[in-house]
């Protein structure tokens, strides 16, 4: 009996013709209860493994509704750059520059796309940024910026 397996996978090389007539053609094979994605996967309750498991490190600036998000909010933490430092009374206010060559007013406790600033000092600003890691799970990571001297040709 074990033969007859063993044989099998060397039939189907050596006559194909004979390997295909035992499968009529256009016939599915797998369970017929998991639906098939568009690109016609059957993923059998498996991951897809065409679908990479890497986040891009730079945020889009598109909220999860879709739509592109507006000032402040739209601005992720690793994307911001602190230009200036102004001191209003008691308190800070830092100037955070986009990538786009947009700038921003910030205050403490101020929410970006994905961070929350927490404390703004004369030398910096500290974000609370909210990351996550391999297995999904969100955590809370504080990052120090610094204040960056910008030139006219910036």
């Known amino acids: 009996m074990t033969r007859i397996l063993i044989l099998a996978p060397v039939v189907a090389l050596l ?13 599915r094979v797998g369970s017929e209860t998991a639906p098939a994605t568009a690109s016609g ?21 598109v909220t999860p ?16 750059l602190v230009t200036g430092i102004v001191k209003a009374g ?15 007013m910030a205050r403490s406790q101020d929410h970006l796309q994905n961070g929350v600033v927490k404390v703004i000092d004369a030398e910096g ?4 940024q909210q990351t996550s890691d391999a297995m999904g799970v969100v955590r809370p990571r504080e990052v120090r910026k610094g204040l ?3 030139g006219a040709g910036q």
Not at 20 to 26: D, E, K, S, Y
Not at 65 to 80: F, I, Q, S, T, Y
Not at 90 to 104: C, E, H, N, Q, W
């Open 15 to 27: 006559w194909p013709a004979q390997a295909l007539a035992q499968i009529p053609v256009g016939s």
């Open 41 to 61: 996967y059957d993923d059998g309750g498996r991951r897809d493994p065409f679908v990479t498991l890497l986040t891009p490190k730079r945020a889009n600036g």
């Open 65 to 80: 509704a879709g739509r592109p998000a507006m000032g402040l909010g739209g601005l992720a933490v690793e994307d911001a």
């Open 90 to 104: 008691p308190t800070y206010v830092a100037i955070l520059r986009a990538p786009d060559g947009k700038s921003f």
């Open 125 to 128: 600003v500290v974000f609370v």
């Open 148 to 150: 960056r001297a910008t």
